[in-house]
């Protein structure tokens, strides 16, 4: 069954410092992944997705996604990161038919001034 | 209105009691979802519309938990006999038709209803 994987729990970074949060899927096939936001008391936001072509995605609030078939791998980056992007970001995998997604457990992001 | 609006958005309902949730879509948008967030997880796939047709409801736990759509716009997921397990925020999402290949999975999402089971 397809499925997603995000390691990482909880993650802390500096304001300014880079960002890598980890995705690895579980799919048969090209996979179609997306990376969402989820902010306190709010609703999933779509940062960036993968559907075919350039494996290297560029997203909104300056975030990227790279897609490495050989590591089964979506892990998404930002260069510097913002106190405004705490938040918790879920990795996911469009499965089967229209638009039903398979979320992984979310990385929680605290930034620090 | 410009977003995917949902009520109530905090329930707190006493075991055993019935509870519905509503969810009103963005306008146009023919693909309906539930998810199932509970504390510290992921989403989890409830049930999907296509306009007024359920056409997978594989998610949903128990036959306690029933959705309808019967306009094709509004929808409602309804728990019977509700249990301190059903705690979570239940999410609505809607999308453009899925023969929009470029649209394809671009789910977008009410901000849920938080239900609480004492």
């Known amino acids: 069954a397809q499925s997603v994987t995000q390691p990482d729990i909880h993650i802390t970074v500096s304001e300014g410092a880079s960002l890598e949060l980890r995705c690895n899927y579980s799919y048969g096939a090209t996979p179609y992944l997306f990376w969402y936001v989820q902010s306190p008391g709010q609703g999933l936001q779509l940062l960036l997705k993968y559907f075919s072509g350039d494996t290297l995605v560029q997203g909104i609030k300056g975030f990227e996604a790279e897609f490495k078939r050989s590591q089964s791998s979506f892990n998404l980056r930002k260069p510097s990161v913002h106190w405004s992007d705490a938040a918790e970001y879920f990795c996911a995998v469009l499965t089967g038919t229209a638009s039903k997604l398979t979320f992984g457990t979310g990385t929680r992001l605290q930034v620090t001034l | 209105g410009a977003g995917v609006s949902q009520s109530p958005r905090y329930k707190v309902a006493k075991r055993g009691q019935d509870v519905a949730l509503r969810c009103d879509p963005i306008?146009?948008?023919?693909?309906l979802f539930w998810y199932q967030q509970a504390l510290g997880q992921g989403p989890e796939f409830l049930t999907y519309f296509q306009n007024e047709a359920q056409l997978d409801k594989s998610g949903l736990p128990s036959d306690r938990f029933f959705a309808e759509r019967p306009e094709g716009s509004v929808s409602t997921l309804k728990i019977q006999r509700t249990q301190q397990e059903d705690s979570a925020v239940y999410l609505c999402?809607?999308?453009?038709?899925?023969?929009?290949?470029?649209?394809?999975?671009?789910?977008?999402f009410g901000e849920g209803s938080r239900l609480t089971v004492l």
């Open positions: 306008s146009g948008h023919v693909s």
């Open positions: 999402a809607s999308s453009l038709p899925p023969d929009r290949a470029s649209d394809t999975g671009e789910l977008f």
